[in-house]
T-cell receptor, first 109, second 115 residues
């Protein structure tokens, strides 16, 4: 059974810092990996999707990498802003989608 | 992009009653839909996978008689929480798979509160 782990569980940084969120998974036979953002009490917002044949995806200040062989992905956020404060979820997709527990990010002004 | 809707977005019910949540794929056909549950400050946990026209597959520990899933068409799946209790209070999120691109799209979630 696929297990997805996210480190750290929580992170607090001052505005402007660059930061890295980590995700690891136990079964490397994935079809794709997706990063989501979730604001308190809200649904999911898809940030980046990386197909298994890809190594990274970029969108604005966000960059996600995927190393399937080692079962790892990172989400890099450049020049963090208070509006980036949210929970970030990593999910891997094979026959179904399995989520990590998330990283709660707080960016302080 | 593909859109998945859920209805209702929020529901409060009394203990012992049943609640139905609808999940619709608005601009694509979804042979497979998924139901997740999320407790406060926890991640999404897959409850069940529903395939159009067949019985749902439930994850270990999820009571199939309590959480009834019906996927009668390619654009609609329903989750009925039967005889709800306060411990069923949670955020329920559905997801639909678009087989053309093999991606999953998520609904906005339904907040269930059982009093």
């Amino acid at each position: 059974k696929q297990e997805v782990t996210q480190i750290p569980a929580a992170l607090s940084v001052p505005e402007g810092e660059n930061l890295v969120l980590n995700c690891s998974f136990t079964d490397s036979a994935i079809y794709n990996l997706q990063w989501f953002r979730q604001d308190p009490g809200k649904g999911l917002t898809s940030l980046l999707l990386i197909q298994s044949s890809q190594r990274e995806q970029t969108s604005g200040r966000l960059n996600a990498s995927l190393d399937k062989s080692s079962g790892r992905s990172t989400l890099y956020i450049a020049a963090s802003q208070p509006g980036d404060s949210a929970t970030y979820l990593c999910a891997v997709f094979n026959n179904d989608m399995r989520f990590g527990a998330g990283t709660r990010l707080t960016v302080k002004p | 992009g593909a859109v998945v809707s859920q209805h209702p977005s929020r529901v409060i019910c009394k203990s012992g009653t049943s609640v139905k949540i609808e999940c619709r794929s608005l601009d694509f056909q979804a042979t497979t839909m998924f139901w997740y549950r999320q407790f406060p400050k926890q991640s999404l946990m897959l409850m069940a996978t529903s395939n159009e026209g067949s019985k749902a597959t439930y994850e270990q520990g999820v009571e199939k008689d309590k959480f009834l899933i019906n996927h009668a068409s390619l654009t609609l799946s329903t989750l009925t929480v039967t005889s709800a209790h306060p411990e069923d209070s949670s955020f329920y999120i559905c997801s639909a798979r678009d087989m053309r691109v093999r991606e999953q799209y998520f609904g906005p979630g339904t907040r269930l509160t059982v009093t």
